[in-house]
């Protein structure tokens, strides 16, 4: 299948760089320029396609000249961009960044929202590798809000991921906390619970690894919260499991033997279909290491077990 595919691409090359040379042998003319440069163009796709990239960059070139012959800034803003993630693909990240920020000049100036943001994001990958972090930040942080005011939580999650596997790959966890509560704000402002929920819990370990960890059990229980309002088990299991070991890091001994109890009736509430038996055999443990007995914990899991067969 692969090979019979490479073999269309192969086809469609020569096929197109016939066509191209025909228009070298007419007479130059508006409609002519028009079909060289999408020529140009398509061929340079095609040759991206091939990993052949020294040659999608020579025709993403002539199609840039063909283009300004026309004065068409559309497409000439168009093939700078996609010859500036040519260049990022290549590790050529000084000539990304220039035909990038070029492409933006364009962007910047028309309605074409989604291509400015696409800039945005490169240019903030690309100011990354030439280690130009605090510019990176501002494109990225611009196209955060170009997507927040798009509504496009996709796009958002495309950009501060950016940001966030730089800082989390530097381990700078103060950074990443930081963008984790710009993520949280937009995410309550769409009121989108499932990643509300998923945000807090990262926000609680980040919280924890800073050392800060009354601000982790506040994120923890907010996280709890909308699990219990949605009747989430698996969220709820998660959140309280994860306060337990704040309380345990915090050395009050009591709260976190309740929170561990509740984590532990939760995982047998759970394993009634038989996929947390793990969970529960190691939160098992840790109630016994503080201090409950074996018979306490059937008790427990008698209970817990009677609600499962309710619901």
Do not use: P
């Not at 990354?128 to 496009?152: C, H, P, R, T, W």
């Not at 800060?212 to 998660?238: H, P, W």
């Not at 070991?245 to 033997?257: D, H, T, V, Y």
Request: glycine content about 4%.
């Amino acid at each position: 299948m692969e090979e019979n595919s490479k073999i269309s691409v192969d086809n469609d090359i020569s096929k197109l760089l016939k066509d191209l040379k025909k228009t070298f042998e007419k007479k130059e003319s508006t409609k002519i320029i028009e079909d060289r440069a999408s020529l140009c163009s398509n061929l340079a796709v095609l040759y991206c396609k091939k990993d052949n990239l020294e040659d999608s960059q020579k025709f993403f070139l002539e199609a840039i000249q063909e283009f300004k012959k026309l004065n068409d800034d559309f497409k000439i803003a168009s093939t700078k961009g996609a010859l500036g993630s040519l260049y990022m693909q290549m590790g050529r990240y000084t000539l990304a960044k220039n035909y990038t920020e070029e492409a933006n000049q364009y962007w910047i100036k028309s309605m074409h929202l989604n291509e400015r943001l696409a800039c945005l994001q490169n240019l903030g990958i690309i100011l990354l590798k030439l280690n130009e972090e605090v510019e990176a930040s501002d494109y990225v942080l611009e196209a955060m809000k170009m997507a927040i005011q798009l509504q496009d939580e996709d796009q958002f999650v495309q950009s501060i991921q950016i940001l966030l596997n730089h800082f989390e790959n530097k381990k700078r966890y103060d950074m990443v906390l930081e963008l984790k509560k710009k993520a949280l704000e937009y995410w309550e402002q769409m009121n989108l619970e499932e990643r509300q929920f998923k945000t807090l819990i990262d926000l609680g370990v980040l919280s924890q690894i800073l050392k800060n960890i009354d601000d982790a059990v506040t994120y923890f229980k907010k996280a709890f919260n909308i699990g219990y309002k949605s009747g989430n088990i698996e969220q709820m299991f998660l959140a309280e499991g994860f306060l337990a070991e704040s309380f345990l890091n915090r050395n009050e001994i009591e709260k976190a033997k309740y929170a561990y109890l509740q984590t532990f009736k939760l995982a047998v509430f759970l394993n009634i279909n038989g996929k947390h038996q793990e969970d529960v055999n190691s939160i098992r443990l840790a109630l016994l290491s503080l201090g409950y007995s074996n018979e306490e914990i059937l008790n427990e899991a008698e209970k817990a077990l009677k609600e499962a067969k309710k619901e």
